[in-house]
């Protein structure tokens, strides 16, 4: 079987069983809960910081020419995604530090943008060592990021499980059209728009974490000016 045929059938595939259980997820579900659903499928294409690192994870996944081995990615995405569904928010609340610093910070969708771009970053013959780390860390950062994005009550499991899906759905979907467009390009313009895509990743991640902390620290009411003619004081104002 040619290596393209089986990285289609690979991405037919992949896509099926997506929208099958994506479908089969809506229609089951009692009507109270149908838009528990539909909100948790679209929240990664809605909550950009989180979209942009998975559609870099899926640019860093696509240099896997290997269908054998693109699956098993996609299975340690998987699997990581069901564990941060299931499993990380019991250890995140027993660590209150860490709680506060995840709710108080958008550490998460950092850390995935750091991950994904200095990936996109290496020679391409190191970066072929990082997919299931990428991979991994993505899936891991998408169910920790969904798990705080869900509501309070009764139904946010099912919030829970179809953002799980929407966000596999975007790398799947990110992979598939970064092949189609490294077969467009020439190979050294595709390198040169990787190297882009990571470049700017590390800094919005950087920049991000800047302002976070620059705006999480107080005003110093020293630091103010007077109030004078052209700098009103609106506490005196009738």
């Known amino acids: 079987m040619p290596l393209n045929r089986g990285l289609g059938i690979v991405y037919i595939a992949a896509a099926t069983v997506i929208c099958g259980i994506s479908i089969g997820l809506r229609l089951s579900v009692p009507i109270e809960v149908a838009h528990y659903v539909d909100n948790g499928l ?15 994870c899926g640019v860093v996944l696509s240099g896997e020419r290997r269908p054998i081995a693109l699956i098993s990615h996609l299975a340690v995405l ?53 997919f299931p780390i990428v991979a991994a860390y993505c899936g891991l950062g998408l169910g920790v990021f969904v798990v705080l994005e869900s509501p309070l009550d009764t139904y946010y499991g099912w919030f829970s499980l179809a953002g799980g899906i929407g966000g596999v759905a975007v790398v799947i979907a990110s992979i598939a059209v970064t092949d189609g467009a490294r077969r467009v390009f020439t190979k050294s313009s595709f390198a040169v728009t990787e190297r882009i895509l990571g470049s700017w990743l590390v800094a919005a991640s950087l920049l991000l974490a800047a302002l976070t902390i620059a705006l999480q620290r107080p005003l110093d009411s020293e630091q103010l000016p007077a109030a004078g003619p052209n700098n009103v004081d609106v506490s005196q104002r009738p």
Do not use: S
């Open 42 to 56: 679209t929240l990664p294409i809605f909550r950009y910081g989180l979209l942009f690192a998975l559609i870099a």
């Open 78 to 130: 998987v699997t990581a995604v069901c564990f941060g569904l299931q499993k990380v928010e019991a250890i995140v609340v027993t660590y209150q530090p860490l709680l506060q610093l995840i709710i108080g910070y958008p550490v998460v969708t950092m850390a995935m943008g750091m991950t994904t771009g200095c990936a996109l970053l290496v020679p391409p013959r190191i970066r072929i060592w990082l």
